[in-house]
């Protein structure tokens, strides 16, 4: 498909999920092949979280830099101010995220080194205030990151579905499914984690407060002078940042070769590789104890239990096995190519990630 000028402009809306007459089809096979998985998955985190509650053990040093690195937090690392060797430090300025309780994320900075001796923690702040607790710190960057830097993979998805759809773009119709009827769930029924309603018994409360979200969601002042191609020199090119640097190549070739309108590569790229990426790293340390709530002092057996089940639950792909919309599971064309290039870079990445946001 050839780009032309009629083509709508795609938009930063998280919030942009009403059912409208155009994209009434995609709720209707959402409720059909992904809303039954969610309770199914919820008896399944309930379950395997009350097993966790046995294994789980507080973060470490490790675990802290691991996350950073591995999740799109990676993209606001820098070097040390004084470029020391194997010192970086992650900051975070003009924050909009509330916490219930009142609480308000407004600034944090970390430092660390990583060396052949392991990585450590050099200082972490939050408001201005030192924190040394580890499981505080971790919260911390857990909660920045899965109600700031992660939403922001979803941020385009929206006006990029409505754009597939208006222009019958036939090549992309498997990026169009889930992602409005997910964000229109997540945000707005009665029972939404992010709604402050959700019965404790169910175990998935958030403790984020839902219209900083969407505010916090379109914020990129934090990415502000971060390019990934400087992110991806930094570590390597088979860092987590370095494989987004080479997929968002791919799939800028990928689409090129497709006639795929060029406009539509970065909502793309997060749409379906970024945000794929993201969960699946995330989802691969479970085993924290740590409570979602970042100025908890302590983590009860209800409030790992809590963090367990919403892990298990939001992070961990969701999906239905006969309709995963995998890359690889579509016999198209334009996704059968970008999975050959995936493959390319990392096979495992290229198995998990989707046409779409499915979860």
């Excluded at 409005?180 to 769930?185: A, D, F, S, T, V």
């Excluded at 002078?225 to 987004?244: A, C, M, P, T």
């Excluded at 794929?276 to 009860?300: I, M, Q, Y």
């Amino acid at each position: 498909m050839r780009p032309t000028k009629t083509l709508s402009p795609v938009h930063p809306r998280l919030d942009d999920c009403e059912c409208t007459p155009s994209v009434k089809h995609l709720f209707l096979r959402h409720h059909i092949l992904q809303t039954p998985m969610f309770f199914i998955r919820w008896i399944y985190a309930a379950l395997y979280s009350l097993y966790l509650l046995f294994v789980l053990r507080a973060p470490t040093d490790r675990d802290i830099v691991d996350f950073i690195e591995n999740t799109t937090m990676a993209m606001l690392i820098r070097p040390a101010a004084d470029d020391k060797p194997g010192e970086y430090k992650v900051t975070v300025n003009d924050c909009k995220l509330r916490a219930s309780g009142g609480y308000k994320l407004k600034n944090m900075s970390l430092g660390y080194n990583k060396g052949q001796s392991g990585a450590y923690i050099l200082y972490f702040t939050r408001n201005g205030v030192e924190v040394s607790n580890r499981s505080q710190i971790f919260s911390t960057i857990y909660f920045y990151h899965i109600f700031s830097m992660h939403p922001k993979s979803h941020l385009f998805s929206n006006s990029l579905v409505r754009h597939i759809v208006d222009n019958d773009i036939k090549a992309l119709k498997e990026s169009s499914y889930t992602s409005i009827p997910l964000h229109k769930e997540l945000l707005h029924p009665s029972l939404n984690p992010l709604g402050g309603n959700v019965p404790k018994y169910l175990g998935y409360g958030l403790p984020c407060i839902r219209e900083r979200l969407v505010e916090e969601s379109r914020n990129m002042s934090v990415l502000e002078g971060h390019q990934v191609v400087h992110r991806s020199n930094l570590h390597g090119k088979d860092s987590f940042v370095g494989k987004l640097f080479r997929s968002r190549l791919a799939l800028q070739g990928v689409m090129k070769r497709h006639e795929i309108d060029p406009k539509l590569l970065d909502a793309l790229f997060n749409h379906t590789i970024v945000h794929s990426a993201d969960h699946v790293n995330n989802s691969e340390r479970s085993f924290l104890r740590f409570s979602l709530h970042p100025w908890d002092k302590e983590c009860s057996l209800y409030k790992a239990f809590n963090t367990s089940v919403v892990r298990v639950l939001f992070a961990q792909p969701n999906l239905n096995p006969l309709a995963p919309n995998t890359i690889r599971s579509i016999n198209k064309p334009f996704y059968q190519d970008l999975y050959k290039e995936l493959k390319k870079i990392d096979p495992a990445w290229a198995d998990v990630v989707t046409a779409s946001v499915m979860y």
